[in-house]
């Protein structure tokens, strides 16, 4: 199994939409988890933080689910530049070796 | 440039051949991860430093594979004998001890083309 799994996508949704991507961790004990975002030929870039309680940034919300071990990002009012491939990251264990996901694509239309 | 950098961005070499990425992190941050990635897969993670030690290494690199950060400050990564399948980007990252989260800043990357 690995040790954070995605749902690949792609996802295509029209401007405006809201939309919602999954990801599970293996490693009970890890304890950061992240959202980075990933623009085609460029290298990854931290969208947030994910916090026990959930937490907002913007039209972004994240949710932690420890007991399931699932994490989730919701995207609401999806702009253009939404379009990109969107990471699940987690700091496995309690240490610092940090992986990622194999990414969402999500490609927003006009 | 207080970024991450990595040299060189682009390296053509023949299988067989050795190769050498270097990545130098910013300055203040003390660990320092290299990744590869290829198309359409998230970052694979390969080995992390914190300061010059070693504390991880994927059971997935092979021997071929072997990074060193001497004095805790730039680091290299090294590939023995490529092969096509070494063919990807490779990623640095660097973060700081002192963040209450553990946010990785990454490089441009090193392309790798294996003939």
């Known amino acids: 199994r690995k040790e954070v799994e995605q749902d690949p996508g792609p996802f295509n949704v029209p401007e405006g939409a809201t939309v919602a991507f999954n990801c599970t961790y293996s490693n009970s004990a890890s304890q950061s988890f992240f959202w980075y975002r990933q623009d085609c030929r460029k290298e990854p870039k931290l969208l947030m933080s994910?916090?026990?309680s959930g937490n907002e940034d913007g039209r972004f919300t994240a949710q932690l689910n420890r007991a399931s071990q699932y994490i989730s990002l919701l995207i609401r009012d999806s702009k253009l530049s939404d379009s990109a491939t969107y990471l699940c990251v987690v700091n496995v264990g309690g240490g610092f070796k940090t992986i990622f996901g194999a990414g969402t694509r999500l490609f927003v239309k006009a | 440039d207080t970024g991450v950098s990595q040299n060189p961005r682009h390296k053509i070499t023949k299988r067989g051949q050795n190769v050498t990425f270097r990545c130098d992190p910013i300055?203040?941050?003390?660990?320092l991860y290299w990744y590869r990635q290829t198309l359409g897969q998230g970052p694979e993670f390969l080995t992390y430093f914190q300061n010059e030690a070693q504390l991880e290494k994927s059971r997935l690199l092979s021997d071929r594979f072997s990074a060193e950060r001497p004095k805790g400050s730039f680091s290299t990564l090294e590939i023995q004998r490529t092969e096509q399948g070494d063919s990807a980007m490779y990623l640095c990252a660097s973060s700081a001890q002192t963040s209450g989260a553990n946010v990785l800043t990454f490089g441009a990357g090193s392309r790798l083309t294996v003939l």
């Open positions: 300055s203040e941050h003390n660990r």
């Open positions: 994910v916090y026990s």
